[in-house]
T-cell receptor, first 111, second 108 residues
Framework: DSGVTQTPKHLITATGQRVTLRCSPR?????VYWYQQSLDQGLQFLIQ???????AKGNILERFSAQQFPDLHSELNLSSLELGDSALYFCASSVVGSEQFFGPGTRLTVL | GEDVEQSLFLSVREGDSSVINCTYT??????LYWYKQEPGAGLQLLTY?????DMKQDQRLTVLLNKKDKHLSLRIADTQTGDSAIYFCAEHTDKLIFGTGTRLQVFP
């Protein structure tokens, strides 16, 4: 158990819908990262937050957004969903500059 | 550019050593990591090496880093069936860039 929790574990929705994925980092970790893992794209970095502020951006679509709240939990919002958004979404947390600890992931299926 | 490559599959017999290779392109990497992903699970950090080190050993795991060739390897001694998983290397610059993953299959 990494100490990072993600909810829900599975999510099934339809094209065009909007979903919110939630992540709680390890106690004391200020940085939260979001990744997408799909068969064709592999594991891709989406975005990083540090203590509530956006720190780095990767291959995140404009339809996707994230935020980190004062209690340090983070949410990833995915809107106007397409079939190709079906993937595993991982959250990770770290003390800045050190190794990242990953949550168990949320499996999103878009039908 | 940032690119991390791994071979897709490796099959070994139980008790043998496994060597998983990785090449990366960004010479400014500060850390290089190895993660393990078991079916249906998240990524588990196995080990990491600082970019100024050549080797790191941690029980059955040995990491070798050739910075000149930008080549990283993970050796698993006495491979067990429980080691069957996908192994990802990752380089850390200002963010983590993951390789494509190597699926290790251990057969009896």
């Amino acid at each position: 158990d990494s100490g990072v929790t993600q909810t829900p574990k599975h999510l099934i929705t339809a094209t065009g819908q909007r979903v919110t994925l939630r992540c709680s980092p390890r106690s004391g970790d200020l940085s939260v990262y979001w990744y997408q893992q799909s068969l064709d794209q592999g594991l891709q970095f989406l975005i990083q937050y540090y203590n509530g502020e956006e720190r780095a951006k990767g291959n995140i679509l404009e339809r996707f957004s994230a935020q980190q709240f004062p209690d340090l939990h983070s949410e990833l919002n995915l809107s106007s969903l397409e079939l190709g958004d079906s993937a595993l979404y991982f959250c990770a947390s770290s003390v800045v500059g050190s190794e990242q600890f990953f949550g168990p992931g949320t499996r999103l299926t878009v039908l | 550019g940032e690119d991390v490559e791994q071979s897709l599959f490796l099959s070994v017999r139980e008790g043998d050593s496994s060597v998983i290779n990785c090449t990366y392109t960004d010479s400014s990497s500060t850390y290089l990591y190895w993660y393990k992903q078991e079916p249906g699970a998240g990524l588990q950090l196995l080990t990491y090496i600082f970019s100024n080190m050549d080797m790191k050993q941690d029980q059955r795991l040995t990491v070798l880093l050739n910075k000149k060739d930008k080549h990283l390897s993970l050796r698993i001694a006495d491979t067990q069936t429980g080691d069957s998983a996908i192994y990802f290397c990752a380089e850390h610059t200002d963010k983590l860039i993951f390789g494509t993953g190597t699926r290790l299959q251990v057969f009896p």
